[in-house]
């Protein structure tokens, strides 16, 4: 059950504004039956004073996604589309006395139908679907653009791929997308990319590079080769140039155990990493 | 004013004789069942009946067949991890595509550890598609595990068909019985199964209990070590009171299979169907209308959204569940109303109501009542109802 506010209980209950104009000046479509929910925004505009003059929605969704629709057609009355255009998500979901997080990509759909509404108006009042093919789609499942995602992070100061998926819904489906996610809030919340670049020699790191770049190879080389045989391997102690690792699973035990760390492990470390590398079984 | 309970499905009512039989061991008589003392030792004799209770349920060949855990969860994660340490060399185990999480869970866990896992499509209908396992099993099959009921929609599968594939390849067979259990009559032994779970919620019994029926012979490695307790299976001092409610919950679920209760539920669900389907344009019933539990109907609202639906139910008090994505937190509808290839525009609006004996004529008289005016109300405000082909 989710904890709705009063406010977004009163805009579900009560929708003002349900319906379409007729002869709209503006028509905004976002969402479709496949992500969920969906909102039509059809708005009057006053041609002299660009004045928002009347605005009805028909929403397919849940209580927040009628309450968010509902919600957008009062705020909007009476304002210019200039005003109209600085509406955030966040406005609306403040409006509402707030939405449950994983509830947010409702108001977010509010603000693009905005856009898509208004963008209408200034292209003759022909209906606009939010979405634009040439952008770059992120997210698959959902249809949600890399600009879209950036918007959401930027506005709403998201820090995590879950704070992108409850805004956007990207990455809420197959999840596929959630590494590109992640490079897209790393390039907005101006974070280096977590790579081991370093090219200094293996001799020269310090212990904890050792220990990072040792964990990488064994994670990316080593551990999926030996869990095909039900086993895995973990990194126990470092010292200089020597590894001590400790078999576990199927491979714990095994007669093989030695060939498995000598001619494997040891040679797989000292390709990736440095020759001068002893492994040791733990 | 008293709530609608049409949710059965997700839990149930523990009853009061239950909990009546339960209340002695909390504070009164306390002991461990395992201690050298008369007051604790004695308590071994209501886990023995309990025990007792449970495989008659079930009609399991003898009572220490019958493991006492935590939850169906823990039944199942059980089975799936206890086949996958006992059959190192066969790492293949085959389920179905509309398994609760509780299964498909553990089995991706296996899976993204090198075991090969097949999931067995569904028809539109949601009946399990038995050519295909015929076709995916081979020598390298551990388990099989199928659900013998489906917890969204109520289809019964062919269990008895599936244990004697499994068998014919020398695979075991594991079925959750959590829907199933109370429901409709179950015989391990008819079937054939080597597992069996279960969990005491969904038939008038506390959270917190469950049973896995290990046939006698069946290859087990317990999940949960530490103990001596259900003779090394299942590790941790026996849940006295839960363990007799269990018992007590199987008791009187047996009773009910055969005292008219199920036609009743039947019957009810029958009436709240058909006056939905009668009443309400663009429905669609979700499932295996032949072969279903006698408690569930699972239908779609076409063009509108579930929890929507829920929403103005609970202003009547009715308790129904959504596999809509809104309701789940997942975004996405339910999997098996996916894997039934549902259309979207009636996957967000599934409403499932499941029923209990303690339902009645006059509560499926005012949803029946209450439900039309909201349907269409939603449907008023939805972009998609007028452009309906």
């Known amino acids: ?282 | 004013m008293k709530e609608i309970y049409l949710d059965n499905n997700a839990t149930t009512r523990c009853y009061p004789q239950v909990v009546e039989a339960m209340m002695p061991y909390f504070s009164d008589k306390y002991g461990n069942a395992s201690s050298m003392h008369t007051f604790g030792g004695q308590n071994r004799h209501a886990i023995d009946a309990a025990r007792h209770q449970m495989a008659a349920l079930i009609h399991a060949a003898y009572d220490d067949e019958i493991i006492f855990t935590s939850c169906a969860t823990e039944s199942n994660d059980a089975v799936l991890f206890s086949a996958a340490e006992a059959f190192p060399d066969k790492k293949h185990i085959i389920t179905s595509a509309v398994e609760h999480p509780a299964v498909l869970e553990p089995c991706r866990l296996l899976e993204s550890r090198g075991w090969r896992i097949d999931f067995i499509r569904v028809d539109e209908q949601g009946r399990f598609d038995l050519e295909e396992l015929k076709s995916l099993i081979d020598e390298d099959t551990s388990l099989v595990s199928v659900m013998w009921a489906n917890n969204e929609t109520g289809t019964i599968f062919p269990i008895k068909e599936i244990a004697q594939i499994a068998h014919a390849h020398g695979a075991l067979f594991h079925t959750d019985a959590v829907q199933a259990a109370g429901k409709i009559p179950i015989d391990v032994q008819k079937v054939g199964a080597d597992f069996l779970s279960v969990s005491a919620h969904k038939f008038h019994g506390p959270k917190g209990i469950g049973a896995l029926y290990v046939r006698r012979g069946a290859r087990f490695v317990p999940y949960l070590v530490g103990g001596h307790q259900e003779k090394h299976r299942r590790a941790g001092t026996e849940n006295v009171p839960y363990i007799v409610g269990i018992g007590k919950a199987a008791e009187l679920a047996q009773k009910r299979l055969t005292d008219g209760s199920v036609q009743k539920i039947a019957a009810l669900r029958d009436k709240l169907e058909k006056g939905i389907v009668a009443a309400i344009p663009d429905v669609k019933i979700n499932g295996d209308v032949q072969n279903r539990v006698p408690n569930t109907t699972n239908i779609s609202f076409g063009y509108i959204e579930g929890e929507s639906i829920l929403m103005y139910l609970n202003d009547f008090h009715v308790c129904a569940s959504s596999g809509s994505a809104c309701t789940s937190g997942s975004l996405e509808p339910s999997h098996v109303l996916r894997a039934m290839k549902v259309p979207f525009e009636f996957a967000h609006g599934s409403i499932r109501f499941s029923l209990s004996d303690e339902n009645t004529e006059a509560e499926i008289d005012l949803v029946l009542k209450e439900l039309p005016p909201i349907i269409e109300r939603l449907r008023a405000i939805s972009p998609f109802y007028k452009q309906r082909s």
Not at chain 1, 219 to 227: A, Q, S, T, V
Not at chain 1, 240 to 264: E, H, W, Y
């Open chain 1, 1 to 282: 059950m989710w904890d709705y506010t009063d406010k977004v209980m009163d805009h579900f209950k009560n929708p003002r504004n349900v319906g379409t104009i007729e002869n709209a000046d503006g028509t905004g479509q976002v969402g479709s039956l496949i992500c969920g929910d969906a909102l039509r925004l059809t708005i009057k505009v006053n041609k002299e004073t660009e004045v928002i003059e009347d605005a009805k929605f028909e929403t397919f969704g849940c209580a927040s996604a009628i309450a968010s629709s509902s919600m957008l057609t009062e705020m909007v009355k009476g304002k210019t589309l200039e005003e109209a255009s600085r509406i955030t998500n966040q406005d609306i979901a403040d409006a509402l006395g707030n939405l449950p997080a994983e509830k947010m990509h409702c108001s977010v759909m509010g603000m693009e139908a905005l856009d898509a509404a208004i963008r209408s108006y200034r292209q003759g009042g022909k209906p606009v679907e939010f979405e634009q093919q040439e952008e770059k789609i992120i997210c698959h499942c959902f249809n949600v653009s890399e600009e879209a995602i950036i918007k959401a992070v930027r506005l709403n100061h998201l820090k995590t791929v879950e704070d992108v998926t409850h805004f956007t819904k990207a990455g809420g489906a197959c999840g596929r997308c959630k590494g590109e996610i992640q490079k897209i809030l790393d390039k907005v919340n101006g974070a280096a990319p977590a790579e081991i670049t370093s090219q200094k020699p293996y001799s020269e790191k310090t212990i904890v590079e050792k220990i990072k770049a040792v964990e990488k190879v064994l994670e990316e080389e080593i551990r999926p080769k030996l869990n095909r045989d039900g086993g895995s391997a973990e990194l126990v102690d470092l010292a200089g140039s020597t590894v001590k690792i400790r078999l576990v699973g199927m491979c714990s035990g095994c007669v093989n155990a030695q060939a498995t760390i000598k001619n494997f492990i040891e040679k797989t470390l000292q390709e990736k990493l440095d020759k001068s590398i002893i492994v040791e079984q733990a």
